[in-house]
């Protein structure tokens, strides 16, 4: 894969990509990764903090046919509050690299999770998939969300409690969702280390927006 830094102001949010090394025809799958609270800056030197967790470490050992986006939420700010901009900049970014519209999943970690969560309640109809890592949301809001979802969440969570997924899944499975839910027993907050592998990333790109 290659990486690439962008911290130029003609887009919403500076960020890191990993794009395919050598070109697929036609259009290319979209993959937006939002960070955790740890990794918040203002671009720059900063901008290598969204590179760590996440899909960082799977896609530096191999070759995949998606775009990864890791965009960068400022300091004083968090993802939940910024929805709006969130959807701005990724159609700035499906723009940018000619994105698949059927193909365009959303995940995060922590505060990620949370955005990730909220951002596909605003909408729904742009996401092929999500995948809401150790986050929370409006669990009376959930029916709103009719693409595939996989929730990873741990029971020992200390930081964010494994009832914010717990009530978030149980919502969508009474509204008839497809829902998978990895809540893994005796790991904590950093269950995103079980979370993002090759297993996530194919789940995601076998899917495609109804």
Avoid at 45 to 53: A, I, P, Q, R
Avoid at 83 to 99: D, N, T
Wanted: glycine share 10%.
């Amino acid at each position: 894969m290659h990486r690439t830094e962008h911290n130029g102001e003609d887009l919403i949010f500076p960020f890191v990509s990993y794009q395919p090394e050598k070109k697929t025809e036609g259009k290319i799958p979209l993959i937006i990764q939002l960070h955790g609270a740890g990794e918040r800056g203002e671009g720059g030197e900063e901008l290598s903090l969204v590179d760590v967790h996440g899909f960082s470490k799977t896609v530096k050992d191999g070759d995949f046919e998606a775009v990864f986006v890791m965009p960068q939420c400022p300091k004083n700010s968090f993802w939940a509050a910024r929805v709006e901009s969130i959807l701005k900049f990724i159609e700035q970014i499906k723009a940018e690299y000619g994105a698949d519209e059927d193909r365009v999943y959303l995940t995060g970690l922590s505060m990620g999770g949370f955005g990730t969560w909220y951002t596909a309640m605003a909408r729904p109809d742009i996401f092929a998939a999500i995948s809401p890592v150790c986050g929370g949301g409006m669990a009376w809001n959930a029916s709103v969300l009719t693409m595939p979802v996989w929730a990873f969440h741990g029971t020992s969570d200390t930081v964010v409690s494994v009832n914010q997924s717990d009530e978030m899944v149980e919502a969508l499975k009474k509204a008839g969702r497809d829902i998978t839910y990895s809540r893994i027993d005796g790991v904590g907050h950093n269950v995103w280390e079980y979370a993002y592998n090759e297993q996530l990333y194919n789940w995601l790109l076998s899917k495609k927006r109804k």
